[in-house]
């Protein structure tokens, strides 16, 4: 019998509107009755913080866990040194850094995640919040919802995508969907800034330029897009300094790991104006205190705040994907036959599997 612990959000009433919300607690993924029926055990909960959690208690004797990026149950060397059993973990979603990779390649611990499965939820998140800042939607849509009713207003602060210069940082499976998406809004230059280049095929396909510095990117930039991991080399790289190389009045979306913004640079920022508007969808800490800034910034003008919860990459689509996706990690592990999707795979065998996390990384 293998005994396998699952972290995940609570989904109360929702959960029974919508049984296809595999992420949420009540539905577990929907590999219960099949763990079950194998002789394994299944523990699911959301309690994950401090010393007395549920995960705490129960981790030290799983030998599967399963987490996942929009609750994460952090997964800290601590957790994993008291976890004696532990071989197998398994994000459902995609994006490893609520894991110590250094302590489980220690203990040749195996950490894979469901790559692919919510990209193109995400690319769509990205290009949505995009408009939503650049197009002023939202102090407009409150206006509406407040009873008001004032078109000069909302208008000052609303501008076209076409005609802008629209760039990534980070140029992976993300990167490359939210390229392909922007082109049919005829901007004026796409921009890339990445580790590894794409071939001159890719980057001609999506009509899109190479800049090798960071800096140069974004002081050329109306809009900037954070679509790289969150790994040694990119925690807190956006922060006062880079936003002060940000062209005065750029729009800023980050729906990769809310770590890689300094959440009280971003904040001063957008107050000041330098930046006209912040958006996305991750946090840190999640779930995000009541006095986390991010949740009421504004520009001068009172907007510019496109922030919603963690749920670019848990559309219904993907959390169909990544539920199945699990259940395929797992049940390799069982055959013990190690043939793992080769994407999937974060770390094996005490090794990085993968080019996306380490501290060599720049985005």
């Known amino acids: 019998m293998v005994k396998v612990l699952a972290v995940l959000y609570k989904g109360g009433q929702h959960a029974k509107d919508e049984p296809r919300m595999y992420g949420c607690l009540e539905n577990e993924l929907g590999i219960r009755e099949w763990l079950e029926s194998h002789g394994h055990s299944y523990v699911t909960t959301d309690s994950k913080e401090g010393a007395d959690s549920v995960l705490d208690r129960e981790i030290v004797d799983a030998e599967i866990v399963i987490t996942t990026p929009f609750h994460p149950g952090y997964i800290t060397r601590e957790r994993i040194e008291k976890a004696k059993n532990l071989k197998l973990l398994v994000t459902a979603g995609v994006g490893s850094d609520h894991i110590d990779l250094a302590a489980a390649n220690e203990r040749k611990v195996t950490v894979a995640e ?31 919802i407040n009873n008001e009713w004032d078109v000069a207003a909302a208008a000052k602060n609303s ?28 901007p004026k230059e796409l921009l890339y800034y990445d580790y590894q280049g794409l071939s001159p095929e890719l980057e001609k396909e999506l009509n899109v330029r190479r800049v090798d510095s960071l800096e140069e990117l974004v002081s050329m930039a109306d809009v900037v897009t954070v679509n790289c991991p969150l790994h040694e080399s990119t925690y807190g790289l956006v922060n006062k300094d880079l936003l002060a ?3 005065k009045g750029a729009w800023l979306v980050n729906t990769a790991r809310g770590a890689i913004c300094v959440k009280e640079d971003v904040a001063a920022a957008l107050k000041s104006g330098h ?21 009421d910034m504004r520009n001068p003008y009172g907007g510019g705040n496109a922030m919603t919860p963690h749920i670019s990459g848990t559309s219904i689509d993907a959390q169909v994907r990544y539920a199945q996706g699990t259940k395929n990690i797992i049940e390799t592990y069982f055959k013990g036959t190690k043939d793992y999707r080769p994407q999937d795979l974060i770390v094996i065998d005490g090794q990085y599997a993968t080019r996306a996390y380490g501290a060599d990384k720049k985005a």
């Open 159 to 186: 501008f076209d995508l076409e005609g802008k210069i629209i760039a990534t940082i980070g140029a992976g499976r993300i990167g490359q969907r939210v390229l392909k998406r922007l082109i049919a809004f005829e």
């Open 245 to 247: 190389k940000f062209k």
């Open 114 to 144: 469901v790559t692919g499965s919510n990209v193109t939820s995400v690319a769509e998140h990205v290009v949505m919040t995009i408009l939503a800042l650049v197009r002023n939607f939202v102090p407009a849509h409150e206006q509406i």
């Open 275 to 295: 930046l006209r508007g912040y958006g996305g969808d991750v946090w840190f800490p999640q779930p995000a205190p009541a006095n986390h800034p991010w949740r």
